[in-house]
Nanobody, 119 residues
Framework: QVQLVESGGGLVQPGGSQRLSCTAS????????MGWYRQVPGKQRELVAT???????NYADSVKGRFTIFRDNAKNTVYLQMNNLKSEDTAVYYC?????????????WGQGAQVTVSS
């Protein structure tokens, strides 16, 4: 079993910056894609950004140029640097990791971190 612990989040003013982190621990075999998703009440969870084990990245159009995803494989940690935050970025942010073992892929989610962008 893999556990994910998220940190960061909170209240930030429009135009401000914030960094989220998500660390995996436990019986990790081989982490592949790591990513961040977000959800607001009444809406489906949506992809924010993903990063592959080799460092390839993918971003939602709404965050391109403002958010950066990166990872530290030695620490089993994925980060989301959020700059120039807007009110529409307010959401609960969840990290997700894929762990590959014996030909099977296991998906794990973090507990969620509230990010509120407001003046």
């Amino acid at each position: 079993q893999v556990q994910l612990v998220e940190s960061g989040g909170g209240l930030v003013q429009p135009g401000g910056s914030q960094r989220l982190s998500c660390t995996a621990s436990g019986r990790i075999f081989s982490l592949s894609t790591m990513g961040w998703y977000r959800q607001v009440p009444g809406k489906q969870r949506e992809l924010v950004a993903t990063i592959g084990s080799g460092g390839s990245t993918n971003y939602a159009d709404s965050v391109k140029g403002r958010f950066t995803i990166f990872r530290d494989n030695a620490k089993n940690t994925v980060y989301l640097q959020m700059n120039n935050l807007k009110s529409e970025d307010t959401a609960v942010y969840y990290c997700k990791v894929l762990d590959n073992r014996a030909g099977a892929v296991f998906r794990y989610w973090g507990q969620g971190a509230q990010v509120t962008v407001s003046s």
